[in-house]
């Protein structure tokens, strides 16, 4: 699929820019005063609880 967006994008004419590096480490969640914040799972590299909130002891 990737291949046919990129043929596509190319006969419109369209070419996109190289993307750039991370500008830092990120983490999928954070644990502040013994709440954890964030995306906690993640299935094929993409979130499966987003913007949730866990009490751990």
Same mark, same amino acid.
């Given at each position: 699929?990737? !291949?046919? %967006?990129?043929?596509? &994008? !190319?006969?419109?004419? %369209?070419? &996109? @820019?190289?993307?750039? &590096? @991370?500008? *830092?480490?990120?983490?999928?969640?954070?644990?502040?005063?013994?709440?954890?914040?964030? *995306?906690?799972?993640?299935?094929?590299? &993409? @979130? %499966? %609880?987003?913007?949730?909130?866990?009490?751990?002891?």
């Amino acid at each position: 699929m990737a !291949k046919e %967006i990129e043929a596509r &994008l !190319k006969s419109l004419g %369209i070419e &996109l @820019p190289e993307g750039s &590096l @991370p500008a *830092a480490a990120y983490a999928n969640a954070v644990t502040v005063n013994g709440l954890m914040f964030g *995306a906690v799972s993640v299935r094929d590299n &993409l @979130p %499966i %609880i987003v913007n949730s909130i866990f009490e751990v002891e």
